[in-house]
């Protein structure tokens, strides 16, 4: 749940700081005295800590486990700005070695249960402008509860493309600009399942990270759970592993 208050000045957020307590101070905007705030849920928490965690055990597993911080959700503000504009994350984390106090998490994920996805994408900008690019990697992870469904969209940052006509006479971190760079929608399809047993319906992963090709990859049910289907964006088919262990093909 989100909560907008105005007439918010700096020193305020010093003291609002000190003294929160199951409140979450989502986006403050220095010039506009505004700001906004959330109230978790458990729906709105167990998506992204679920998400972040997962994203952490690969790092352990890489063998990387004290190498990597996690930062939570720390209230970091804009670069050279001490009272100006703040954010905070859902779950932040970067390497061990950037923990200075200027320095920033490379990787942000941001949820949204009430929140919509459009309202997510308005804080990707920020948060690599904010940083002065120290953030490498924004997630978002939208969950639509009515419709049984999970839009998970991964930024990173590319060279701005030149506007037409204008002349470039040197690249600078101002000439980065967000790219969505892959996104994956996961859809509950119940039909006749039982949902107090996982393995009776199929989970459906669908994204660029697995394309469809002849050589798709197996799928761990540990991780995607019985009944995983993934597909290819631009494809017509994908790779099903059905509960029983068995693969074959599925028209999407």
């Keep these: 749940m989100y909560a907008a208050v105005a007439r918010v000045s700096a020193d305020d957020i010093t003291d609002i700081e000190k003294a929160r307590e199951g409140i979450r101070l ?130 990173d940052e590319v060279p701005a493309q030149p506007r037409q006509g204008a002349t470039t006479t040197r690249t600078t971190a ?18 006749n399942a039982d949902p107090l047993n996982p393995t009776s319906y199929t989970q459906l992963v669908s994204g660029e990270e697995y394309p469809w090709n002849e050589t798709a990859p197996e799928l761990d049910p540990g991780r995607h759970g019985a009944g995983a289907a993934v597909r290819g964006p631009r494809a017509g088919q994908g790779v099903l592993r059905r509960a029983d262990g068995t693969m074959g093909l599925l028209d999407l």
Excluded: C
């Design 26 to 155: 989502k986006r403050f905007f220095a010039s506009r005295g505004l700001l906004i705030i959330t109230i978790p849920t458990k729906v709105h928490e167990r998506l992204h800590i679920g998400l972040y965690e997962n994203i952490r055990d690969e790092i352990v597993q890489m063998g990387l486990r004290n190498h990597w911080e996690s930062t939570g959700t720390t209230t970091y503000r804009e670069q050279g700005y001490p009272n100006g504009d703040g954010g905070e994350g859902d779950s932040t984390g970067g390497p061990r070695q950037r923990s200075g106090p200027q320095d920033w998490p490379t990787l942000v994920i941001e949820s949204g249960y009430s929140q919509t996805l459009e309202g997510l994408r308005n804080t990707i900008r920020w948060w690599f402008n904010a940083s002065n690019h120290q953030v490498k990697i924004v997630i978002l992870a939208k969950i639509e509860i009515a419709r049984g469904q999970i839009i998970v969209e991964k930024y």
């Design 174 to 191: 101002t000439s980065l600009e967000p790219r969505l760079s892959q996104v994956i929608n996961i859809a509950r399809a119940t039909g």
